[in-house]
């Protein structure tokens, strides 16, 4: 008579011919071995008194009748199922069990499902082909968002080139540096635009949506991300940049000692600069060009998070393009089409200027009939040529930018796909421990934001100087430009000190506003507040942190603290602010 036992790992009740008593089997749902019972030696000496029936008869229970079947003979060969989980597989070409990711037949799961299993369920795999192919579908739900981006940048890039020409017309400085300032206004908030696109696409894409809503035109924000967007090539090639800058302040200073001046510096510098060959910059242009292209989907990937300042580091940048140069490489490839559109449109702009003056050459005799007469080059006449000119280039520029926007947009995604699969590979950064020490990568960048800062107010300061000195010497009064020229120069000193010292003794934040952006703050050992003084300390003795060569900043590699040779100086340590307090 079969046994019916009840599996003690997955609580299925099991059925098992009667000869199973005394031994283990497999149960056929989680494959754990299962003991059964034995039976009793009463029951054992009353069966064996029993006489079979010579001939079958109807009134056979249903028990009897399963005992006397071949089990093997009732199998159900054709169904494919999983050893491990008992879960029906209807691919035949299917290897590992959808439900459980063992595989079907051995019931073991593999190396490979473990990697994919400890990355969130994200084979890298997948992202050759989904990039490809889902992104089509995205386009569709976002037909909207590419017409509206298109006309937001057809009106940034119009008043932009208004405010270029406008700038050509003005003779005195102060109009030509009006002018000048709203194109450049103008043309970050299309950059900005741009970027702030990018991060919500990825944004979108790394939580597994496949529809956008419209982002929220602002334009102050819009601003605030191209100047960001132009700010992070600066940051990223800082080290190159300032050696540049530190050699030919050298070569300069040089030049100077030996009695020459600026002028006969400049026409000694071109025959040098235009004696080199023209392969190596070729060369040199590529590979720079190449590198933006492959460092650009990383910034926008490490911008999107709540920690960016990946994202500004050059090493780390090198390092995540040396880790995923292959993904980087396969997304950058679709960056050419949008490239060449915008290349194109770069030509356009070049012919704008022939275009509109063509236009200026005809309007001068045409006879405008709404008027009735022709009209005189005057208020009225240059301010229906710009608005005709402003028009037609307003439908060039929308033309163009539905091309531009479809391809950047759809680049876009690719790139969400990117930080989507790859996300553990890129290290992007989610959170930080409140308390914990900061290294060298997030000071680097707050350092960066803070000397970017001083370098605007303190050149400000002593521009304004030397403008006032230069009035005053004029005047007769050699005396007031020595005097305010000197005082300009000795804001360089005074204006850092007071922000840096100030910023981190004052208020609740206990960081300056590069600090701040990171989210990293300083206080003295033992967790207590910076005084004025302690602060001051600290900031002169970043004098030794730089000589030489910035060395005393590089303790903070080789210390448990992570601390520079200014920190240890004023005791002081510069530590994560943490999550649940950064704003």
Not at 285 to 301: E, K, N, S
Not at 511 to 526: F, S
């Amino acid at each position: 008579m079969p046994v019916k036992v009840r599996c003690k790992h997955c609580s299925n009740v099991v059925t098992v011919p009667d000869k199973a008593r005394g031994k283990a089997v497999k149960c056929p749902h989680c494959a754990e071995a299962i003991r059964i019972p034995a039976s009793s030696k009463k029951a054992a000496a009353k069966k064996a008194t029993i006489r079979k029936p010579a001939v079958a008869s109807s009134t056979i229970d249903d028990d009897d009748f399963l005992a006397g079947m071949d089990l093997r003979q009732a199998e159900d060969t054709k169904t494919r199922i999983c050893t491990k989980c008992g879960t029906p597989a209807d691919d035949p070409e299917l290897v590992d069990c959808l439900n459980c990711r063992h595989n079907i037949d051995t019931g073991i799961m593999s190396q490979r499902m473990k990697y994919i299993i400890a990355r969130g369920g994200l084979d890298p795999d997948d992202f050759w082909g989904t990039a490809w192919g889902d992104t089509w579908d995205f386009m569709k739900n976002i037909k909207g968002t590419i017409f509206c981006s298109a006309i937001n940048w057809s009106i940034f890039a119009c008043f932009a080139v208004s405010c270029f020409y406008a700038s050509e017309v003005c003779e005195n400085i102060p109009p030509k540096a009006f002018w000048l300032s709203l194109c450049f206004v103008f043309s970050m908030a299309g950059v900005g635009w741009g970027l702030n696109l990018s991060i919500l696409v990825l944004q979108t894409t790394v939580k597994g949506n496949n529809t956008l809503h419209s982002p929220h035109f602002d334009i102050y924000a819009a601003i605030a991300w191209g100047v960001r967007a132009l700010f992070w090539p600066i940051l990223v090639f800082f080290p190159l940049i300032a050696s540049a800058a530190i050699f030919f302040a050298a070569d300069f200073g040089y030049f100077l000692y030996t009695g020459g001046d600026w002028n006969l510096y400049l026409d000694a510098l071109m025959p040098k600069l235009e004696a080199i060959p023209i392969v190596p910059l070729v060369i040199v242009g590529i590979v720079l060009d190449l590198f933006v292209h492959l460092a650009w989907p990383i910034a926008v990937g490490h911008m999107g998070m709540p920690y960016t300042y990946k994202a500004y580091v050059p090493w780390e940048v090198f390092k995540l393009i040396a880790k995923n140069f292959f993904p980087l490489l396969y997304v950058a490839m679709f960056a050419l089409v949008p490239s060449l559109v915008i290349h194109l449109l770069l030509i356009f702009y070049g012919q704008l200027g022939t275009y509109e003056t063509n236009v200026l050459g005809q309007l001068s005799d045409w006879d405008l009939s709404i008027l009735g007469s022709k009209l005189e080059e005057g208020f009225m006449y240059f301010t229906l040529l710009y608005l005709m000119v402003f028009v037609a280039t307003f439908l060039h520029m929308v033309v163009l930018f539905l091309i531009v926007g479809f391809f950047a947009i759809y680049y876009m995604r690719i790139v969400g796909y990117l930080a989507y699969y790859f996300r553990g590979e890129l290290e992007f950064v989610y959170e930080s421990n409140r308390d914990e020490n900061c290294g060298f990568s997030p000071r680097y960048v707050a350092t960066l934001i803070d000397f970017t800062i001083m370098l605007v107010f303190c050149g400000v300061i002593q521009g304004l100087g030397l403008i006032a000195g230069s009035i005053f010497r004029k005047l007769g009064s050699e005396y007031l430009f020595y005097l305010l020229s000197g005082l300009g120069g000795l804001s360089w000193l005074v204006l850092p000190w007071i922000y840096f010292a100030k910023t981190q003794s004052s208020g609740t934040h206990m960081a300056t506003l590069g600090k701040r952006a990171v989210g990293i703050i300083v206080y003295k050992e033992g967790k207590k507040k910076l005084d004025f003084s302690m602060a001051t300390t600290r900031f002169f003795s970043k004098i030794l942190s730089m000589l030489p060569l910035g060395a005393g900043c590089f303790l903070i590699l080789f210390n448990d603290k992570k601390q520079a040779l200014h920190d240890q100086f004023a005791k002081t340590l510069v530590v994560w602010k943490g999550d649940d307090t950064r704003r």
